[in-house]
């Protein structure tokens, strides 16, 4: 069975001791006004914020003996108004998707988090604001986080959530207590995989808990764009670096309409599997006879320049497959 949303998950898997950490400041009576909790996608950051929210709003309930820290029950109604949107004293904000439009939380969205802290609880407690992918705030939606969290208002508390804490300013981390977290160990992931996809032969299975390094929700999405296939291809790709009608080809095949999980995998596996090519080498290991073709650093820049083009393409609906194209070029130092 695939996992709710975060908002609507009950179950948090691994993160106990970060978990039992957020539960010890909150009863301390001195709990931090905003917390910045970081790590690989897909392994339950979000699930986290918002587990931590609930908790809070339902008064910080002492869980039953043996029970995970920060647990309410599944039936709980401040679980069920978290998970409809309805609960007044949460706010979230999260880039939306718009087609030919930047994926991004504009600054509208952030004053109107500002105002909903200034005021006062609905219901007598906290006010929270959950903030997921917080790196994708335009330059202005941050500075006005940043004032807020400069002036906090009282028994309020902003959870940002992110993969990419280097792309938030400097002052926005330093006010925030961080809370770092890793992917899942392999017998949990083993054990996840199983029951979300208990159809797929055990050799694939495993072969994608290799591939999503700790992060199921990395695994769903191989698993929904044929990770384990998409990841042979990368591989073969930087063996023999396409061109022409080969390029074509390769365009066609994860960047079609019917591709838009396999297009960002695709280039998530390659540009993993070249990085760690390239950080294998430059330690003196081994190293696959592709990468002899170019400098490390020449490596090293085409990997940033592919990056970056497939993370503009995404974020503003680009024409995949060109940018399938040029990345070929690129990978090949044209």
């Given at each position: 069975m695939i996992p709710p949303p975060p908002r609507a998950n009950p179950t948090l898997f691994g993160h106990a001791e970060a978990a039992a950490s957020l539960a010890a400041a909150a009863r301390s009576g001195r709990l931090a006004h905003?917390?910045?909790?970081?790590?690989?996608?897909?392994?339950?950051?979000a699930t986290l914020?918002?587990?931590?929210a609930r908790?809070?709003?339902?008064g910080q309930p002492r869980e039953a003996q043996g029970a995970p820290p920060l647990q309410l029950a599944e039936d709980h109604p401040i679980l069920r108004r978290v998970a409809a949107g309805s609960h007044a004293d949460l706010m979230v904000l999260e880039p939306q998707q718009?087609?030919?439009?930047?994926?991004?939380?504009?600054?509208?969205?952030?004053?109107?988090?500002?105002s909903f802290l200034n005021f006062t609880a609905a219901e007598g407690g906290w006010r929270v604001v959950v903030m997921d992918e917080v790196e994708a705030m335009e330059a202005a939606s941050a500075n006005t986080i940043l004032k807020t969290l400069e002036e906090p208002p009282p028994r309020t508390v902003l959870l940002l959530v992110t993969s990419a804490p280097g792309r938030l300013l400097p002052t926005i981390r330093s006010r925030c207590r961080r809370l770092e977290l890793t992917g899942l160990p392999n017998p949990?992931?083993?054990?996840?995989?199983?029951?979300?996809?208990p159809e797929m032969p055990r050799a694939e299975r495993d072969a994608l808990a290799v591939l999503a390094e700790g992060s199921p929700g990395r695994a769903l999405e191989l698993a929904a764009g044929e990770g384990v296939e998409l990841a042979r291809l990368a591989e073969a790709t930087l063996s023999s670096i396409p061109a022409g009608e080969r390029a074509h080809a390769l365009a066609d095949r994860i960047a079609g309409r019917e591709a838009a999980l396999a297009f960002p995998a695709f280039f998530n596996l390659l540009l993993r599997?070249?990085?760690?090519?390239?950080?294998?080498?430059?330690?003196?290991?081994?190293a696959p006879a592709w990468l002899g073709?170019?400098?490390?650093?020449?490596?090293?820049?085409?990997s940033e320049a592919v990056r970056k083009l497939i993370q503009d393409t995404e974020r503003l609906s680009l024409d995949r497959r060109q940018a399938v194209?040029?990345?070929?070029?690129?990978?090949?130092g044209r």
């Open positions: 905003a917390w910045l909790f970081t790590g690989p996608p897909g392994i339950g950051k914020a918002y587990r931590f908790w809070l709003l339902a718009e087609p030919g439009k930047r994926h991004i939380i504009k600054v509208e969205e952030a004053r109107a988090a500002r949990i992931m083993d054990t996840l995989l199983a029951d979300w996809l599997h070249l990085s760690q090519a390239v950080r294998e080498a430059a330690r003196g290991g081994s073709a170019r400098p490390l650093a020449a490596w090293a820049e085409a194209l040029v990345a070929m070029d690129t990978l090949r």
